[in-house]
């Protein structure tokens, strides 16, 4: 019963299926994004928010526009210094992580459809992607000084308001947090499943 099953096509098989290609795919981005930033000869796809001053402008009769924002994606060239450097390298290292990630969800889903639901690596996998996504949230927040640091002294010649964006940190670092707690969830089940074994 248990041959047939793994045999078959299931929702786990299928997801673990996903996050491979999933992984694949990143690695393949990946590579591209490196050939990219060396033939641009800097980080390209660096979002900032510019703000520009509008005071008198109306919306309505009785809604005045204090402020506009908008948000661009600027290549920054390694001329600016040691920091885009630096941020290239952590943004390569950002889409490494994922490739992990994904390569271990494929593994935890694939470990599900054989029906070794409480096994020690499957809460060891969600840790690590949990991990994973809560860093990936922290760098998005220290991303924003190095960016900051990087083109300081260049935009400020132009006389622009601007601040580099947190891109989504916040929610990355939220999801990692509940992938770590369902990662804890499987740890606790698996002690609790290893006492009714023993107690058997």
Do not use: C
Not at 1 to 29: C, D, P, Q, T
Not at 183 to 193: L, M, S, T
Request: cysteine-free.
């Amino acid at each position: 019963m248990n041959v047939n099953r793994e045999k078959g096509i299931s929702a786990s098989r299928v997801l673990a299926f996903l996050s491979l290609a999933w992984a694949i795919m990143m690695a393949a981005f990946t590579a591209y994004l490196l050939a990219i930033f060396i033939h641009d000869g800097g980080v390209g796809g660096v979002p900032l928010e510019i703000s520009s001053s509008v005071a008198g402008d109306k919306l309505s009769d009785k809604i005045e526009i204090t402020d506009r924002k908008e948000i661009v994606f600027v290549t920054l060239p390694f001329t600016l210094g040691f920091n885009v450097y630096l941020l290239m390298i952590a943004e390569l290292l950002k889409y490494v992580a994922f490739i992990v990630a994904f390569i271990l969800l494929a593994r935890f889903f694939n470990s599900i459809s054989k029906e070794r639901l409480f096994s020690i690596k499957n809460s060891f996998y969600l840790k690590f992607v949990g991990y994973v996504v809560f860093s990936v949230g922290v760098y998005h927040f220290f991303r924003k000084w190095i960016v900051n640091q990087a083109i300081q002294s260049e935009l400020t010649k132009q006389g622009l308001n601007y601040s580099s964006t947190g891109g989504y940190a916040s929610e990355f670092i939220m999801l990692g947090m509940v992938i770590m707690v369902f990662a804890y969830i499987f740890e606790e089940g698996r002690k609790i499943y290893e006492e009714q074994e023993l107690t058997i």
